[in-house]
């Protein structure tokens, strides 16, 4: 058997720090190598929050980058490379040459789990890559295996097989009823979806347990492995959870996701930052745009400096007409009416920032 390498990945956002210190708390026993993929590009609260890590993990996050023979910073290697052609939701080559890339030349062809930050209240599935060589984890969640393992798992032509393979492994009470649900087919009105987490439902273990044991008979990773630790993980980590352990275990929060009050035509909100990466990324809201005009004004000077020959990071604004003051003004409006709605709906800044536009591309997180 060839030996698994056990990896985890530190974006400097607030979910992959805190898995990294759940699983040396949880899981010491599982060799895990620390990386980061370094754009150049990241706020200081990054490099500050990676410090503190490598202090509470007592072992050095490897860092990570493209370009690594260039004499510039990668994105600005790359950004010369593509012309000046700056990336974009349609055109993220930021992603693929300063994450994707650097990441699977870091795990070559070793055989490899892991482990992603997503939440149990987070409904995206996150980085999978498409190297065989490589399987995700997500310890955070009810299920912790990754959609393609799932769907080779409940393939209705892998039904007899599957139910045979639970049969090999110990019984519980609801084995009967366990049964019958592997039995069933899925159709239209029985989707994949209501298998899982019927499953799940009737016992996480035992479904770790199955997942587990098929894996062993697969090319994946963990075919490698006499034993997986998280296969008795029954634990669901959500938003909250993540801010408790940053702050018990003394690595601290972020503080671009500390809320900031601002006060516009005497109605009081906060703004914040929602994702960590590059402090011009192109996923940003416009309210985050002004939060670092008004918070890092030299970070969002640089950005616009990058703005030439009608290349924005906004499709439909640029950066200039963003900061003039009337914009700002008019920016921050729309947000206090938007928040005053979505307040309605979740406490949490966080969530208000990720809903308008979503968490962006998961292949930044891994």
């Not at 990294?20 to 590009?41: L, S, V």
């Not at 789990?113 to 997503?118: K, L, N, R």
Request: with cysteine; proline share 4%; glycine share 6%.
């Amino acid at each position: 058997m060839r030996k698994v390498r056990h990896v985890l990945g530190i974006s400097g956002g607030k979910d992959s720090a805190a898995l990294a210190i759940y699983m040396k708390d949880n899981y010491p026993e599982i060799d895990i190598e620390y990386y980061t993929a370094d754009t150049g590009k990241e706020l200081d609260e990054t490099y500050k929050l990676i410090d503190n890590l490598e202090v509470y993990l007592g072992k050095k996050i490897i860092r990570l980058t493209g370009a690594s023979n260039s004499p510039e910073l990668p994105f600005d290697h790359f950004l010369k490379m593509y012309g000046g052609y700056l990336p974009s939701s349609n055109a993220r080559w930021c992603t693929k040459n300063l994450k994707l890339v650097p990441f699977e030349k870091f795990v070559g062809n070793d055989p490899v789990v892991s482990y992603v930050g997503i939440r149990g209240d987070e409904d995206r599935e996150g980085y999978i890559s498409k190297k065989s060589n490589i399987q995700s984890i997500f310890p955070f969640r009810k299920n912790i295996w990754s959609e393609d393992v799932v769907n080779k798992l409940l393939a209705n032509s892998n039904i007899s097989a599957c139910v045979e393979l639970y049969l090999t492994l110990q019984q519980h009470s609801k084995s009967e009823r366990y049964i019958e649900i592997l039995k069933t087919p899925l159709t239209t009105s029985f989707s994949q979806s209501q298998k899982l987490n019927q499953l799940l439902d009737l016992g996480v273990k035992e479904f770790n347990q199955l997942v587990f044991a098929f894996l062993r008979t697969s090319q994946y990773p963990l075919a490698n492995e006499e034993r997986f630790p998280l296969v008795n993980n029954e634990d669901v980590l959500i938003r909250q959870d993540i801010f408790d352990i940053l702050e018990t275990s003394g690595v601290g929060v972020p503080q671009y996701y500390k809320e900031i009050k601002f006060e516009i035509n005497g109605k009081t909100s906060s703004y914040a930052r929602s994702r960590s990466g590059c402090f011009f990324c192109f996923y940003q809201q416009k309210i985050e745009w002004v939060w670092l005009y008004e918070q890092h004004n030299e970070l969002f000077q640089k950005a616009m400096e990058y703005e030439k020959d009608g290349y924005t990071w906004i499709q439909d604004e640029s950066l200039y007409d963003l900061s003039k003051p009337e914009r700002i003004r008019q920016i921050k409006e729309e947000y206090i009416k938007r928040t005053d709605r979505k307040n309605k709906q979740s406490p949490y800044l966080l969530d208000i920032l990720s809903e308008a536009e979503g968490e962006g591309c998961a292949s930044c997180f891994i």
